[in-house]
């Protein structure tokens, strides 16, 4: 697969998965590929060793095309398999929206995730973790109005790619 950005420079830029206490959980890189006022995608590959996930297994060196949000109640994840490049499914994690800042792109975790097969099957992941986290009124408002659209972008087969 190629990036989309050929005749410029790629900009790496660091994503942080943040808690409630905004510290960061999870660090890494990806490549910018578009960015506008609210939306940045980045290109990133998995690093992890493989690791079975539902009906796939994410492999190192899977390309994940990853969405963030400024308006937005989460983020994308778009998962392509190393070897043949076809989609494998749709990571969605509920957050906080994105904070979107020059080279740094960070969000805060709500532990609710979606994942969305190739097929269309919708999961949705760590209930329970979530019901766990006690959230304010506001916040699990977001989070919960965030699921329900994402559930319905990928009802209307209109997701990322």
Known sequence: MSRVRTSEAILRIKVQKKNLADEVLYEYE???????????VLEALFTRDDMPFLDVTFKKGDRFVEYFFSDRWYNIFAVYDRDDGHIKGWYCNIGKPA??????????????DLWVSANGKQTVLDEDEFEALGLPDELKGGALAGLADLQQLFLNNKPPR
């Open 30 to 40: 990806g490549d910018e590929l578009r960015r506008d006022e609210t939306t940045i």
């Open 99 to 112: 904070v979107i800042e020059g080279g740094i792109v960070s969000y805060v975790d709500l532990a609710l």
